[in-house]
């Protein structure tokens, strides 16, 4: 069982910053791929990025075309933690952001992640 607490979202303007981040309950962390998901208002969730797990894909990162070059995943499995650095945010990134687990390889399909946090709000004013 791994529980997700993710924090870090807040208000922002057009071209700021901000940093994500997901505490994960467990002893296998390291074995679990991660991912980044939102969801905006009216729309379906989105894939936003993912990083494989130490034993799949040699934590190898993905991810979705519309954060290509603006937004970087990172773990750090002694200390249990997603990251997702969003840098360049514009207002279309407005959304919840969920961080997701599965213990397997990474996917950018939510159907395949057994674990969610809550969601962190990300507002992003123009």
């Known amino acids: 069982q791994v529980q997700l607490v993710e924090s870090g979202g807040g208000l922002v303007q057009a071209g700021g910053s901000l940093r994500l981040s997901c505490a994960a309950s467990?002893?296998?962390?390291?074995?679990?791929?991660m991912g980044w998901f939102r969801q905006a208002p009216g729309k379906a969730r989105e894939f936003v990025s993912a990083?494989?797990?130490?034993?799949?894909?040699?934590?190898?990162?993905d991810y979705g075309d519309s954060v290509k070059g603006r937004f970087t995943i990172s773990r750090d499995n002694a200390k249990n933690m997603l990251y997702l650095q969003m840098n360049s945010l514009r207002p279309e990134d407005t959304a919840v952001y969920y961080c997701?687990?599965?213990?397997?390889?990474?996917?950018?399909?939510?159907?395949?992640?057994?674990?969610w946090g809550q969601g962190t709000q990300v507002t992003v004013s123009s």
């Open positions: 467990g002893r296998t962390f390291s074995s679990y791929a």
């Open positions: 997701a687990a599965r213990y397997g390889d990474k996917s950018f399909q939510e159907q395949n992640y057994d674990y």
């Open positions: 990083i494989a797990g130490v034993f799949w894909s040699g934590s190898t990162t």
